[in-house]
């Protein structure tokens, strides 16, 4: 699984391939070469659905500050937690 800034969540999230029946049917239907398209299915954001990222590199000066900022913000949320 990939970590990449999502433009439409505006954080970075996990982004995988979705697999559905109809990729299922068509994997049947087409006796099993159906699998040869699977590398090219786009990766989606885990959280929205969103298939449009942006790498690390080109993230903006203010937009990896905000991601810091929220990290360690996030990080003080499960330590507090788990006092």
Known sequence: MNFLYCENCGKKSGYKRLFGWGTFFAVIVTCGFWL????????????????????????????????RELNKLGEKMRKSRKL
Do not use: H, K, Q
Request: hydrophobic fraction near 30%; proline fraction near 6%.
């Open 36 to 67: 040869i398209a699977l590398p090219f299915y786009p990766l989606r954001c885990m959280t929205c659905g969103n298939d449009s990222y942006r790498r690390e590199s080109e993230l903006t000066d203010a937009e990896r500050n905000l991601d």
